[in-house]
Each structure stands twice: as C-alpha cells, then as structure tokens.
T-cell receptor, first 111, second 115 residues
Framework: QKEVEQNSGPLSVPEGAIASLNCTYSDRGSQSFFWYRQYSGKSPELIMFIYSNGDKEDGRFTAQLNKASQYVSLLIRDSQPSDSATYLCAVARVNTGKLIFGQGTTLQVKP | GAGVSQSPSNKVTEKGKDVELRCDPISGHTALYWYRQSLGQGLEFLIYFQGNSAPDKSGLPSDRFSAERTGGSVSTLTIQRTQQEDSAVYLC?????????????FGPGTRLTVL
C-alpha cells in the first residue's frame, strides 16, 4: 500500500463546474496536509494547506480533512481551463522534514 | 521577495561523471529540502537540512549522493559516478522552519540527463 494514494486520472470537468480531487494516506501520525499544483514542465506550487479536521476555504479552493478516515480532498469551484494541471497531495508529520507525495491527479478543464 | 533559485536549469552529463546541483533558498528560511521527480515516479524525498541540526539523509538512494549546506543558506547536491537511472528533475524546496507544519516552497528544478 502506498503511503499517499491519489487517482491518477485524468479527471475531466467542463469549465465552470466543481472539480473534486481526493487523497488517502496511511500514516495516522500525519498532521499536516498540502495540495500542490504542477503545470507540465514546471515545479510544484503550493496552493492549499490544512492541519485541522474540517474545511478550509481560499478563494475558489476548499481543502477538506478527515483524519478519522485518513482522507483529504481539494475542491475547485468554477473550474477554469487554466486550472488544468496535475494536483499533488502531500502529507507530513509535524516537525519532520519530509513531505510524502502522492502520484498526483491530472485535471483537465474543458472550455 | 525572491523565491527559491536553482542552477543549472538543465544539465547533460555522461555516465560516470560527477555533477553538482545548487540551491539558494528563500531568504530567512532555515529549512531546506531536496527531492527528485522521475518520469512516471512521484516526488521522492532525498535530504533535509534544518538550521544547525544534523541533516536527515534518509532519502538518499545510494552513497553516490551527498549534499551540504554552507552557512545555513546555499546547498549543493552532489552525485558521483552518475548512472542513467539518476536522470530526473531535482527539486529544492525551503520553508521557514518556524511553524513546525512545514509549508515548503519549491524552486524551478534542475533537469539532469545522464547519457
């Protein structure tokens, strides 16, 4: 079992729809959770982080965390073609250095 | 302010040669990380520096890989006797190291090709 699992996709949604990206993790000691966006040929860009159970909203993005179910998700509202990218989920224990990344989900937003 | 910078952006080398990759973190960030990303593979942790503490080298794949961080700022990742399987994008990240929660910001990466 991989430490962090994501559906590789591609996930295809029409412009203006809500895109829902999911991630599960195996280490119950994980305490910090991150979503990175990576455009083809570029480096990962941090878009959301969440540490507590529940929802965290930032603009069109909402991160959701459920530690009991070991599940974290990212919702993108009003999806735009510019949101088309690979979304990487990453988890870490507090006060440790390394992020454990999932394989990423490719999102395609069609005009 | 300036983000994480890395050099060179691209490096092509022959099998068996040594290479050095450089990372300059965000000013004031005390924590620095190296990862690599291979085609078809996810992001793989290599090494982590935090202030003056001993680095966490648990992700280095072999003893051909080493890294140092001088003066708590710039870091160099060295790969000796490169092999074709070392071909990847090497990414450096930094974080403030103060929150404990580890928000990391990545540089543009160095694409290494071993012929």
């Amino acid at each position: 079992q991989k430490e962090v699992e994501q559906n590789s996709g591609p996930l295809s949604v029409p412009e203006g729809a809500i895109a829902s990206l999911n991630c599960t993790y195996s280490d119950r000691g994980s305490q910090s959770f991150f979503w990175y966006r990576q455009y083809s040929g570029k480096s990962p860009e941090l878009i959301m982080f969440i540490y507590s159970n529940g929802d965290k909203e930032d603009g069109r993005f909402t991160a959701q965390l459920n530690k009991a179910s070991q599940y974290v998700s990212l919702l993108i509202r009003d999806s735009q073609p510019s949101d088309s990218a690979t979304y990487l989920c990453a988890v870490a224990r507090v006060n440790t250095g390394k992020l454990i990344f999932g394989q990423g989900t490719t999102l395609q937003v069609k005009p | 302010g300036a983000g994480v910078s890395q050099s060179p952006s691209n490096k092509v080398t022959e099998k068996g040669k040594d290479v050095e990759l450089r990372c300059d973190p965000i000013s004031g960030h005390t924590a620095l990380y190296w990862y690599r990303q291979s085609l078809g593979q996810g992001l793989e942790f290599l090494i982590y520096f935090q202030g003056n503490s001993a680095p966490d080298k648990s992700g280095l794949p072999s003893d051909r890989f080493s890294a140092e961080r001088t003066g708590g700022s710039v870091s160099t990742l060295t790969i000796q006797r490169t092999q074709q399987e070392d071909s990847a994008v090497y990414l450096c990240a930094s974080s403030s190291g103060t929150s404990g929660y580890n928000e990391q910001f990545f540089g543009p990466g160095t694409r290494l090709t071993v012929l």
